[in-house]
């Protein structure tokens, strides 16, 4: 038999190329258990665990305990143990290769007290879905722990590069928006601090500022980002304390200004009647910035809005106009209108803040640019890197699009989103959080352990489990291990899951109970033919005493 073998097929059956693979092996699972420490464990699957070279290894493996075992065919009673063993190992690579191709490794969000059943994979894709046909398309992007230039198109969007791990870096394009009146084309980034605490923000009017929003709240502070043809409006204190916007002519004026007469409900209501041509619109300023129509029906399309300010010198309220700054002084109970130059500072009224303008652009829109970093992990989360992206081209302009956000586009009449996410698996049941309990390392607030009480709802009615470390939920086919949290408010908790299906596990654990028992086999038989052997060379006495 053995004559039948070239050189080839007997060195990969040879015991050197065995140590030669085992050894390569034990490195990888080495630097990978680094990399899963440090980077995360995606980042690890993507640069070793998933990656070609690691399978190729492991085929090389499992060949080279195929050949070993030919090599000793035809079979001998003294092999049995070693065959045993061999088949073990052949039984485990295989069960891994099944598990590779048909098994689930993905992860359940649990928030508190909501049924959840989606399962999401470690696989990223991008979805395209036209708002108006409800059309969905899907492209897979691949799995690279890198930035990877695709330069792959479908239909009218071409998908130019993605980057698995990234941080966001704030940057100013130049977007040419005729149709756009200046003064809602603005943008502006600020810095807020006292002794104690410091916050730096953006905020935007620009429709295409997708990142930014015209209103942000720090704490009991809201700050609120508006038109700069509205700030002189604002540094007036006529008894009214009501504003009137013409979004048309970009004015505002008082109703002071136009003689406007504000009549009062018997209940206590304020109202004005502002005719318009052929139109009467009637405002509540202190109950609605929209004005009704004769029926009382809201007319949310209307060019007017008021403003009563009388709504906002009850709580901090920061409004902000580009460069200048309006604010209700209640020292002087009246409201106040500074104007902020670039880089310059001015004091606001709430626990000894300064507002400093760090930049401001009317023709120039704020963005996050994402650039690729290799991500860093600390206690299981991720502090670097944690955000995915891919850059594509629509309609001949670029677009970033991030994990964290989804933008909408407009071509030809169609609207579209488009949204970058991990694949899913839609479970037929469905999972829920009652309870998460956490303990802590004593004196600290570092977690030792964690532990999800869940509910599970099948058709056969509603289940309640337990789970923790080494006491996962196994339920149609599936495991469930308790993997991570996250915080929902300052005393509430959410669960994340990792979901695993392991088609394979059977053969793997076939395949090590033979390994185990080939082991026992194979050196209980050498034992017994060492012990026959020295009993067969033992000297009789007459012989030992010549």
């Given at each position: 038999?053995k004559?039948k073998?070239?050189d080839?097929?007997k060195y990969?059956?040879s015991l050197?190329f065995?140590?030669?693979?085992?050894t390569l092996f034990t490195?990888?699972m080495?630097?990978g258990?680094?990399?899963?420490?440090y980077y995360?464990t995606?980042?690890?699957a993507?640069t070793?665990?998933?990656t070609?070279?690691f399978?190729?290894l492991?085929?090389?493996?499992?060949?080279s305990?195929?050949?070993?075992?030919?090599?000793r065919?035809?079979?001998?009673?003294?092999?049995y143990?070693f065959?045993?063993?061999?088949?073990?190992?052949i039984?485990?690579?295989g069960?891994?290769f099944?598990?590779?191709i048909a098994g689930i490794d993905?992860?359940i969000?649990?928030?508190?007290l909501?049924p959840?059943?989606?399962?999401?994979?470690?696989?990223?894709?991008?979805k395209?879905?036209?708002l108006?046909?409800?059309?969905?398309?899907?492209y897979d992007?691949?799995?690279?722990?890198?930035?990877?230039?695709?330069n792959?198109?479908?239909d009218?969007?071409t998908?130019?590069?993605?980057?698995?791990?990234?941080?966001k870096?704030?940057?100013?394009?130049?977007?040419?928006?005729?149709?756009?009146?200046s003064?809602l084309?603005?943008s502006?980034q600020?810095f807020l601090?006292?002794?104690?605490v410091?916050?730096?923000?953006?905020?935007?009017?620009?429709?295409?500022?997708f990142?930014?929003?015209?209103?942000?709240?720090l704490g009991p502070?809201?700050i609120?980002?508006l038109p700069?043809?509205?700030?002189?409006?604002?540094?007036?204190?006529?008894?009214?304390?009501t504003?009137?916007?013409?979004?048309d002519?970009?004015?505002?004026f008082?109703?002071?200004?136009?003689n406007?007469?504000?009549?009062?409900?018997?209940?206590?209501?304020?109202?004005m009647v502002?005719?318009d041509?052929n139109?009467?619109?009637?405002?509540?300023p202190?109950i609605s910035p929209?004005?009704m129509?004769?029926n009382?029906?809201t007319?949310s399309?209307?060019?007017?809005?008021v403003?009563s300010?009388?709504?906002?010198?009850k709580s901090?309220?920061?409004?902000?106009?580009g460069?200048q700054?309006?604010?209700?002084?209640k020292?002087?109970?009246?409201?106040s209108?500074h104007?902020?130059?670039?880089k310059?500072s001015?004091?606001?009224?709430?626990m000894g803040?300064?507002l400093?303008?760090?930049?401001?652009h009317?023709?120039?829109?704020?963005a996050?640019?994402p650039?690729?970093?290799?991500?860093?992990?600390?206690?299981?989360?991720l502090?670097?890197?944690?955000t995915?992206?891919?850059?594509?081209?629509?309609?001949?302009?670029e677009?970033?699009?991030?994990?964290d956000?989804?933008?909408?586009l407009?071509?030809?009449?169609?609207?579209y989103?488009i949204?970058l996410?991990?694949?899913s698996?839609r479970?037929?049941?469905e999972l829920s959080?009652?309870k998460?309990?956490?303990?802590?390392d004593?004196?600290t607030?570092?977690?030792?352990?964690?532990?999800?009480f869940?509910?599970?709802f099948?058709k056969e009615?509603?289940?309640?489990?337990h789970?923790f470390?080494?006491?996962?939920?196994?339920?149609?086919g599936l495991?469930?291990?308790?993997a991570?949290y996250?915080?929902?408010n300052?005393?509430?908790y959410g669960s994340?899951?990792s979901?695993?299906?392991d088609?394979g596990r059977?053969?793997?654990?076939?395949?090590?109970?033979?390994l185990?028992l080939?082991?026992?086999?194979?050196?209980a038989?050498?034992?017994?033919?060492?012990?026959n052997?020295?009993k067969?060379?033992?000297?009789?006495?007459s012989q030992a005493l010549t």
């Amino acid at each position: 038999m053995k004559g039948k073998f070239s050189d080839l097929e007997k060195y990969v059956g040879s015991l050197k190329f065995a140590i030669i693979l085992i050894t390569l092996f034990t490195i990888a699972m080495i630097v990978g258990t680094f990399f899963e420490s440090y980077y995360g464990t995606e980042f690890a699957a993507r640069t070793i665990y998933k990656t070609f070279p690691f399978m190729l290894l492991q085929m090389l493996m499992g060949l080279s305990i195929i050949y070993a075992a030919f090599l000793r065919l035809p079979p001998k009673k003294r092999l049995y143990g070693f065959y045993t063993i061999h088949s073990g190992l052949i039984l485990i690579v295989g069960g891994s290769f099944i598990t590779y191709i048909a098994g689930i490794d993905g992860n359940i969000t649990l928030p508190p007290l909501t049924p959840k059943r989606d399962i999401v994979l470690n696989s990223d894709q991008l979805k395209i879905t036209n708002l108006n046909t409800k059309e969905v398309l899907t492209y897979d992007l691949p799995e690279t722990a890198f930035e990877t230039e695709l330069n792959s198109s479908k239909d009218q969007i071409t998908i130019l590069k993605f980057l698995p791990h990234s941080e966001k870096k704030l940057a100013w394009k130049t977007v040419n928006s005729p149709l756009i009146a200046s003064s809602l084309k603005s943008s502006s980034q600020y810095f807020l601090s006292n002794g104690n605490v410091s916050q730096d923000f953006v905020l935007s009017l620009h429709p295409k500022a997708f990142d930014f929003k015209s209103n942000l709240q720090l704490g009991p502070l809201n700050i609120h980002y508006l038109p700069s043809a509205l700030a002189p409006c604002f540094g007036k204190n006529l008894p009214s304390k009501t504003i009137l916007w013409d979004s048309d002519l970009q004015l505002c004026f008082y109703p002071e200004d136009r003689n406007i007469e504000i009549k009062t409900t018997e209940s206590g209501k304020r109202f004005m009647v502002i005719k318009d041509g052929n139109n009467i619109f009637t405002f509540f300023p202190d109950i609605s910035p929209f004005p009704m129509d004769t029926n009382f029906n809201t007319i949310s399309d209307s060019k007017y809005r008021v403003f009563s300010k009388n709504l906002f010198e009850k709580s901090p309220n920061l409004f902000l106009f580009g460069q200048q700054v309006s604010y209700f002084d209640k020292d002087s109970n009246k409201w106040s209108t500074h104007i902020i130059n670039k880089k310059e500072s001015i004091d606001v009224p709430w626990m000894g803040f300064e507002l400093t303008l760090l930049d401001h652009h009317v023709n120039k829109v704020p963005a996050y640019i994402p650039k690729y970093t290799i991500p860093v992990q600390k206690n299981g989360k991720l502090l670097k890197g944690q955000t995915r992206a891919a850059l594509i081209s629509f309609n001949g302009h670029e677009y970033w699009i991030r994990d964290d956000q989804s933008i909408k586009l407009s071509y030809r009449g169609e609207k579209y989103q488009i949204e970058l996410n991990k694949k899913s698996i839609r479970l037929p049941y469905e999972l829920s959080l009652t309870k998460f309990k956490m303990d802590t390392d004593p004196g600290t607030n570092n977690p030792a352990s964690y532990e999800s009480f869940v509910q599970l709802f099948t058709k056969e009615g509603p289940q309640d489990h337990h789970i923790f470390m080494n006491n996962p939920l196994k339920y149609d086919g599936l495991t469930f291990y308790q993997a991570s949290y996250f915080q929902v408010n300052q005393d509430t908790y959410g669960s994340v899951l990792s979901v695993n299906l392991d088609p394979g596990r059977p053969v793997k654990y076939l395949g090590s109970l033979l390994l185990v028992l080939g082991s026992i086999w194979h050196f209980a038989l050498r034992r017994k033919k060492t012990k026959n052997e020295t009993k067969t060379i033992e000297p009789s006495p007459s012989q030992a005493l010549t």
